[in-house]
């Protein structure tokens, strides 16, 4: 079922012009996408969004944008020339490659789906009187397993954090994990891979001159830090964000565009004083939660969980996942990255990185607390909160995506009621040219009335508005309205401020 639901929402990205794969004539590029003109539209307003309530916001919060080169001392500095790796093993029948992670982490969700299906045959045979919570704690089999999954996820963050490839392979050899493929059990030993994509410089060979393509938008704000603070002449704490591409060299491809080799990160370090950590750590908890419930993702869609093994930079994190239509997953993480940056970058590069502060006359190296989240993950969750197919009155169904309107791509659609009627058609075109001084609309007489309200319900376009007698009579038209596709008569005149305050980002930064 929610395999179902899964390819659904991929073959509606495709259709829609939301989402292609990179070189699809190709074959190809695996977990590489390209975004088509409703989905590079979509994209864009979920990146206003963020942009606009961290930088326009928030007068402590700057913007930059750094390039996606840089120095390649800075990798070593950041941990991620040493420590940037997963655990990868080859399965011997197959050749195939997998993380060891993940491979004992859908191992665990094979034993959850197991407890699910005793819960679902459970509800069903005690009906209304079911008490899940009462269940799940008494039921001898359930209880076995749950005591079994967190025995395993313990040893794994374990291994994980102490980089221990060896108990990692005796985990998936312990737990006779088969590869997908092949079947067989026979696998390599894991060993340690290096997730950054590397090039050369032109000019300089060898080791000197290689140089990587940044798989995190965070050190160019770390490597900017002081620069930025002395230009804005802003007071701790303050914040930079950022928005720009990485590149991670992912070993497991799939799940569409959750996982990419290329993507976007949205990331914001906030440089506070060393001590204060715990308290903005709780504030940018709250505040990250409050920016995805605005959007009107239910709560039961979201929730906090834990990192049960810290990256070498953090000594706190929690991640918010929502729950995607393969469960609930990673869509941001909240870091309290101490000083290590900072620090790292002061040694490795021999200048500097402190500030003076004039409240305690001291000089130091700040702490940072980070918000960082991938574009194209909330774009994946808010195409898999907004699809939904209806079940109409008559029987029939549409497929309505129902996006907050300041993110749907188009926000308004004009049509004439007939196209091959010139007067109708001029007129609908003279409104449609009114109205693109505004906000982003489009025009289309390309089939019936009902045709075309279904193709605008399908990229999320709020408002249609038909172009028929009475408006070249009376000069009104009836605006249709997407989710509950009731029709109200307009006067043309109010058509341009109803809609544009209608599909105003304002909405959601009250909300916050
Ligand atoms: N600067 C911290 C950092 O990069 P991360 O947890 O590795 O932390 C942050 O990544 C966010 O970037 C994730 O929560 C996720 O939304 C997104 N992200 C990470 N790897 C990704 C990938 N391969 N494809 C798409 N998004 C990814």
Known sequence: M???LFKKLVSH?????????SSEIYDGLAAVYDYGPNGSLLKNNIKEYWWKSMVQMNENIVGIDSAIFMHPKTWKASGHVDAFNDPLVDNKGSNKRYRADVLIEDYMAKIEAKI????????????DAFDEKQFRETNGRIIERQQKIDAIA???AKAMTEGDMVDLKAQIEEYEIACEVSGSKEWTDVRQFNLMFSTQLGNIAGEEGKLYLRPETAQGIFVNFLNVQKT???????????IGKAFRNEIVARQFIFRMREFEQMEMQFFIQPGTQKEWYEHWKETRMKWHLALGHGQEKLRFHDHDNLAHYADAAVDIQFEFPFGFKELEGIHSRTDFDLNQHQELSGKKLQYFDPKTNENYVPYVLETSIGVDRMFLATMSNA????T???GSTRDVLRLPPSLAPVKCAIMPLKRNNEELVGKAKEIYNQLRYSFNCMYDDTGSIGKLYRRQDATGTPFCVTVDFDTLEKGVVTLRHR?????DVVPVEQLESMIKDNVDMKHLFKKL
Do not use: H, W
């Open 232 to 242: 804005t002449r802003q007071k701790l704490p303050f914040g930079i964000a950022q």
């Open 2 to 4: 929610a395999d179902d």
């Open 154 to 156: 313990a040893r794994l």
């Open 387 to 390: 699809l939904v197919e209806e």
């Open 483 to 487: 989710d509950s596709m009731e029709q």
């Open 116 to 127: 699910t299906k005793d819960v679902v045959k459970a509800k069903k045979r005690f009906g």
């Open 392 to 394: 109409l009155e008559n």
């Open 13 to 21: 990205c495709k259709e829609n012009g939301f989402i292609y794969q």
